[in-house]
């Protein structure tokens, strides 16, 4: 299932997701000229060595400002692709219900949250000093307020049943599907690969969970009355 859009117009314009989406695309943009050495190749060694997450330096309270930059960084085009995507999609309508302000400190509460979900899943030894990048796990609990602000919301989906056709799903079914896989995958790359497959599903869950719990006890109060103060 691939989301296309969501049939849900938010009733604000969502400036913090749009600068979320462009800062991104920014950094991975500036890192790919410095890989094929259109700037200082130098550049992206030390933004993969200075600013990607590793397990075992926040386990010792070292470079613990990577759990924040990690969110930023990302292994490469599909990887980013997928991530603003889905933060696209999804992101207006928890900002709309958030406020702005709220909605950024929400993102990284959500980042995280999904980091540390990652460093306690870890069964393998060598992922202490493997890095971590991606906005998954933030856009993860974007996905779990989602569910819990928005579960009869519509997503137009492409779905592949022979011939690809679009869908019209609702969030709860679809969203609750995506969690459902990332927990089972979680679970199949630790029994068959002893966590080593390099996609941290885990940071997903955490994420994914941080994101519903905040919008159950934040969310749907603030919801209901930035709605109430649009309909005056």
Not at 76 to 98: K, R, S
Not at 140 to 156: D, E, Q, S
Not at 160 to 175: C, D, Q, R, T, W
């Amino acid at each position: 299932m691939f989301p296309i859009r969501d049939l849900n117009k938010a009733l604000t314009t969502p400036h913090v997701n749009r600068m979320l989406i462009l800062v991104n695309i920014i950094v991975f943009l500036v890192t790919l000229l410095s890989y094929y050495g259109l700037i200082d190749s130098r550049f992206a060694w030390d933004i993969d060595e200075k600013f990607a997450m590793k397990p075992n330096d926040i386990i010792y309270g070292e470079k613990l400002y990577t759990l924040f930059t990690s969110m930023f960084l990302h292994a490469g085009f599909f990887h980013l692709f997928g991530n603003v995507l889905y933060l696209y999609i999804f992101g207006d309508n928890i900002e709309d219900a958030f406020g702005h302000m709220s909605y950024l400190v929400f993102y990284i509460v959500c980042g995280l949250a999904a980091s540390f979900a990652h460093i306690i899943s870890i069964t393998n030894s060598e992922l202490y000093m493997t890095p971590v990048v991606g906005a998954s796990g933030a856009i993860a609990g974007v996905l779990g307020a989602y569910i819990v602000l928005y579960p009869k919301a519509r997503i137009l989906t492409l779905v592949f049943y022979g011939l690809p056709i679009i869908v019209p799903i609702p969030a709860i079914i679809f969203l609750g599907f995506w969690f459902l896989m990332q927990w089972f995958l979680g679970m199949y790359d630790i029994l068959l690969f002893n966590g080593s497959s390099g996609i941290a599903y885990w940071a997903h869950v955490g994420g994914f969970i941080a994101g519903l719990s905040l919008a159950l006890i934040f969310g749907l109060k603030r919801k209901k009355a930035r709605e109430a103060r649009f309909r005056l």
